[in-house]
């Protein structure tokens, strides 16, 4: 079995990053999410290993220790990080795994895993993004505001990305991400076993003509 | 209208390239194929235009004085390049523009054109290339040899390609090229306006707010 790709997907908030990945491991069997390991309590319904996994602080400082993790970050007190044995059990059985990170988390796993796809969601234009975020009803313009100055933020790194897709319609562009990871696996660096064993093979046979 | 790709395709002399580049134009109208400027004297039937555009010595050197060849190169007496204005055009009426071309003149293309995308066509192992070769018929041991130590040499700059496609299936393998370069349309590099376009709205957006 091929071994799965490591997806990491960054975007701005309201561009829709979050229904993409849903979409995609809903529909594609071959698609897995990554699953975080967190200090926070668990909140009602939250259940270990399907939201999160639930550490003590001395469990995930061991994790850190054992540098067991993908990578991590400390938010309001808490430890929140992509535990390596996860995602190499799920990349091993196959599954390329959709990581959601922001942007710095996103280089830090283009160093450790150079063969990582990192994806950035747009929003066709930042009004649609604007009227995303207004039409949520659900935040203040204070809070718009807020998101609006991280985008102007995130957008400064994203020509360290791999890939753009650009969210106007869901499903083109859940084919588009797929199509980005199959392609992925044709990347000349993701393939150095196979040329070298060409290589190999060809000086052999040349040897055996002579 | 969307600007078309620049598709460099290399591969090993029996890997088929040639044969995927024809049926993707034959059956794909947004491909065309690059047509070389040669100084070369046309064989019976070839015309100019279609399979080489065909030049006099002066008219060449010409060219290459005002920078109008994408790369150039002097077999056996003869001149042999790519001219710019037909790849220009091709590319500006939304065409992919195949270019067959080997490793030296594919690492020139990529410097002077950063955005091309760089194939590599091998097969599925070396045997199969020498089976494929021997297979012809019209080729002495001799110049099957020659191949293989080719292939050899060549086989050393595959990291540098963008992309392998491996010719086991043709049908399989021309599908693969279409979904690579259709991908690379999403390349981040290759999106730099667009970016740069949210970015200033972005910008906008947010002193309007203020």
Redesign the interface.
Known sequence: MRKGSLIVVSGFSGAGKGTIMKKLVKENAEYALSISMTTRKPREGEQHGVEYFFVTKEEFEKTIADNGLVEYACYCGNYYGTPKAYVEQMRQAGKHVLLEIEIQGAMKIKEAFPEAVLL?V??P???V??DRLVGRGTET?EVI?QR??R??EE?AG?????????NDDLDTCVE?VK??V??AE????R??E??D???G??????KG?N
């Open positions: 950035f747009m929003p234009s930042a009004q993004l604007r313009e505001e609006l100055n985008a102007v957008a994203i020509e360290n990305y791999d890939y753009i897709v650009v588009e199509a980005i199959k392609t044709h990347a000349a660096y393939n150095l196979f040329i064993s060409v290589r093979e060809l000086s052999s046979l040349l003509d």
